[in-house]
Structures are given as C-alpha cells and as structure tokens.
C-alpha cells in the first residue's frame, strides 16, 4: 500500500477501514468508514489521485479508480471494474464484475450497471436504475430513475431514456424512449445535446 509522501497530501483512512496487500492508494485519496478494498488473496486494487471512497463501500480486487472519481456510501465496486476520472457512482450503487463507468459518467443512488456493461463518458443513470449485464450505453445518454436496461441492449449515444422506461431492444442515437416496453417517440433535440449544456469544459487528454 502507498499513500503519499512528505510533499503530497496523503491518503486519509476512515476507522475500521480495510486496505488489503496490493492496493496502491495514491496521494489525496480518501477512504471512509468501514470501507473494504481488496481481498485477503492481495489481488492489486489501484486508486488515482484524489479519489473518494465513502463509508463501507466494497471494492474488489484488480478494480482501477481513475483520478477524482468517487464512490458513494455502500456502494460496491466488483472485480476487474473500471471507474473513470470524475465519474462519481452513488449511494448504494452497483458495478459488477468488469463493468466501466466512463469519465464524468454519474450513476445516482441505487443505480446498478451489470457484469461487463460499459458506460461511456458523460452517461447519466437516475436513481434506481438498472443496465444489464453486457450493455453499452453510448456517450452523454441519459437513464432515468428507475428505468430498466436489460441484459446485452445498446443505448445510442445521447438518447433518453424515460424515467420508469424498460428497453428490451437497442436504442438508435438522440432517440427519446417512453414507455414498458419502451418505444421510440422522437429525437433529442439539438438544443439538448451535450456540447450545448456541458457546464464544465472536457479536461484536455
């Protein structure tokens, strides 16, 4: 385990935190309360600069969190998953085994993303809702709260989806989905296309 040196703010560990053998926690990271990282076997879990991991959250072995991502309370974080830089994952959230949560990405409270599903940069999942297990949600698309992604379906790049919405086949881009099973009602407009409503600038890569 590393955390910071005398030049770098250093990693902060919450009580009854438990930082397992091959975790690499890198300078300004924090770790809350109760918060489990890794497994007794020492498979490496590796956090960026200034991550955040809240109160007894779980995070398995050989997953990677990218600079400044955080993870809500009691969420879980499964083996070999990938949060991206600034994706924050909610209170009570899911990413299974192998799932990517792209950059700036944000799944809000009790949202699940399925075994292998990736969501793309800028995604947005309400609370409560769901992607199964080898999804793809497409750049900047919006999930809402409640709505039902099921297992291997493509959602296009910036589509909406309804609050309540379950999708059972693949979603064309800027395509707005209504409705159980949801069905294709109109297209996003431009107006509403990220580069129009982005509040921050995307970080130069």
Not at 15 to 22: D, F, K, M, R, T
């Amino acid at each position: 385990m590393t955390a910071g040196d005398d030049e770098q703010p250093r990693a902060e560990l919450g009580p009854n935190s438990i930082v397992h053998a091959g975790v690499i926690l890198s300078p300004g990271c924090v770790v809350g309360a109760g918060a489990v990282l890794g497994d007794e076997h020492g498979g490496q879990v590796a956090l960026d600069h200034d991550v955040t991991i809240c109160a007894l959250v779980m995070v398995a072995a050989e997953a990677i969190l990218q600079e400044g991502a955080i993870v809500g309370d009691q969420s879980t974080v499964g083996v070999g998953a990938l949060i991206g830089p600034h994706a924050v994952v909610g209170r009570g959230s899911t990413v299974a085994d192998g799932a990517v949560v792209g950059a700036r990405t944000r799944l809000q409270t009790n949202a699940d993303l399925g075994n292998g599903a990736f969501a793309d940069e800028d995604v947005f999942m309400g609370p409560g809702a769901s992607a199964g297990r080898d999804c793809c949600l497409g750049r900047a698309c919006r999930i809402g709260g409640g709505a039902r992604i099921d297992a291997g379906v493509t959602v296009g790049e910036e589509a909406f989806v309804a609050a309540g919405a379950h999708v059972t086949e693949d979603v064309p881009e800027r395509a707005v989905m209504i409705g159980r099973p949801a069905r294709h009602v109109r297209d996003v407009g431009e107006e509403d296309l990220l580069e129009h409503w982005r509040t921050t600038p995307e970080p130069a890569q």
